[in-house]
C-alpha cells in the first residue's frame, strides 16, 4: 500500500371509543414526534456540512502529498491544525506522518533529492449524520500517483478511501476554537484508512 446496520380494526375502535381513540391516537403521535425528531444540538446545517466535507478534501491531499515541494508544509498542518494528537499519534506509529522532526527533515530532503512529486484525484466526498459524540463520519475515495527521477514508487495510479470523524476543535474549556473567517475550526478526531484498514481515533 503506497501510504500505509389481539388485533382491532379502525371502524371497530372509532364505534367502540370514538373520542377517546382520537385523543390516544393524537397523544402518541405527538410521542413519537418527539422521539424521532434529530436532535437539534446534533442536526448539521448544510453550509457546515460543505465546510467539513471541503475540510476533509484538505487533510486527504495533506495527508497523500509526497510532492518533493509541499510535503513539508502539509505534514506541518496535519500535525499542528487539521489532526488531533492521538490521530497524529497513531499515524505516526503506522508510518503516515513523520514521528519526530528528524524525521520530516530526513524524508523532506529524500523528497527533493529525487525530485518527487504526487498527484491526488478525489473522486468521492461522501457524510453521515453525526455520531453519539457529535462526529460527523466523513468518507474520501480518489486515487493517488507519484512519480520520481528515481522511480522509487508505485508504477502505477493507486486507489485510496479514508473515513474521518470529523469534530470542532475545542480549547481548555471547551469552547470551540474559531479560525480567521470567524467559524469554528473543524478537526480530525478518528481516521480509518477502508483501503489499509488501519484505524485510530474514538
Do not use: C
Not at 6 to 11: A, G, M, Y
Not at 14 to 24: D, F, I, K
Not at 35 to 63: C, D, I, M, W
Request: no cysteine; net charge positive; charged share 20%.
Amino acid at each position: 500500500m503506497y501510504w500505509r446496520v389481539r388485533k382491532s380494526s379502525v371502524d371497530q375502535l372509532v364505534r367502540q371509543y370514538g373520542v377517546h381513540v382520537v385523543l390516544v391516537f393524537s397523544v402518541l403521535m405527538n410521542v413519537l414526534l418527539v422521539v424521532t425528531r434529530p436532535n437539534p444540538g446534533k442536526v448539521v446545517s448544510k453550509e457546515a456540512r460543505v465546510n467539513y466535507e471541503n475540510f476533509a478534501r484538505t487533510v486527504t491531499q495533506h495527508l497523500l502529498d509526497t510532492n518533493y515541494i509541499s510535503y513539508k508544509e502539509s505534514t506541518l498542518a496535519l500535525i499542528e491544525k487539521e489532526l488531533a494528537p492521538p490521530v497524529v499519534q497513531v499515524l505516526s506509529k503506522n508510518g503516515m506522518l513523520a514521528a519526530t522532526q528528524d524525521e520530516l527533515a530526513a524524508q523532506a530532503k529524500s523528497l527533493s533529492d529525487s525530485r518527487q512529486l504526487s498527484a491526488i484525484r478525489i473522486d468521492e466526498v461522501t457524510s453521515s449524520e453525526p455520531n453519539n459524540k457529535g462526529l460527523i463520519p466523513m468518507d474520501v475515495r480518489g486515487v493517488v500517483a507519484i512519480h520520481s527521477a528515481e522511480e522509487s514508487g508505485p508504477s502505477g495510479p493507486v486507489n485510496f478511501k479514508f473515513r474521518y470523524l470529523i469534530g470542532n476543535k475545542s480549547d481548555k474549556n471547551g469552547q470551540p476554537v474559531m479560525g480567521a473567517d470567524g467559524k469554528p475550526m473543524a478537526l480530525v478526531a478518528g481516521f480509518e484508512d477502508l483501503s489499509g484498514k488501519a484505524t485510530s481515533g474514538p
